[in-house]
Structure formats: structure tokens, C-alpha cells
């Protein structure tokens, strides 16, 4: 059983940056790890995945401003944010792949000046 907890949200003013991160503990050989969103009143969307190779995809509202990035000998994945905007604000939810789906519980980032 995969457990995923993820630590980094917090509070940002416009333009700046905040790193969340995801362990997912109990895993055995994870296939893609990515971040969605949940907006209040919106639903949940994508924000980027990573794959087991290191290939990164990208939605186009974070595009060249988050990366996000993996180390598989620790079983993290990250996701650094930059150059945040309001409209960022949200809850960011890890989501791994092993032999099935997991999504970790949500962090909460909200971007305010």
C-alpha cells in the first residue's frame, strides 16, 4: 500500500516561490508521478507530470514557470513554483502510478499579496 505526504504549501506574495513535495512511502516501483489543482469552485486540473524515464509535461498555465522533478532512490517528487500569480491559489494534490492510482491528501498554496 502507497502511502503519499506531501509538505511545501504555504502562503506566497505574486511573483514569488514556493517548492512543494511529495514521499510516496511504501512504494515499490512507481511508474508517473505528477501535481494537479483544485481551485475553490473549480475542478481539479492537471498540472505536470513526470515519468519513470524523467520526461516532464506541463499544463500551459505553469508552463516555464514550475518544474517539477522526481529522485526515485528517495521516492519524492517535487514541484517548484515560480513566479506565482493569484490565480495559482489552490489545493495541490501529489498523484503517483505504481500497480494502481494514489493521490496524496493536499496542500494547500495560496498566492496573495
Known amino acids: 500500500q502507497v502511502q503519499l505526504v506531501e509538505s511545501g504549501g504555504g502562503s506566497a506574495q505574486p511573483g514569488g516561490s514556493l517548492k512543494l513535495s511529495c514521499e510516496a512511502s511504501g512504494s515499490v516501483f512507481i511508474r508517473t508521478m505528477a501535481w494537479y489543482r483544485q481551485a475553490p469552485g473549480k475542478q481539479r486540473e492537471w498540472v505536470a507530470t513526470?515519468?519513470?524515464?524523467?520526461?516532464?509535461y506541463y499544463a500551459d498555465p505553469v508552463k516555464e514557470r514550475f518544474i517539477i522533478s522526481r529522485d526515485n532512490a528517495k521516492r519524492m517528487v517535487y514541484l517548484q513554483m515560480n513566479s506565482l500569480k493569484p490565480e495559482d491559489t489552490a489545493v495541490y494534490y501529489c498523484y503517483v502510478v505504481e500497480l494502481r492510482e494514489y493521490w496524496g491528501q493536499g496542500t494547500q498554496v495560496t498566492v496573495s499579496s
Open positions: 513526470v515519468s519513470s524515464a524523467g520526461s516532464t
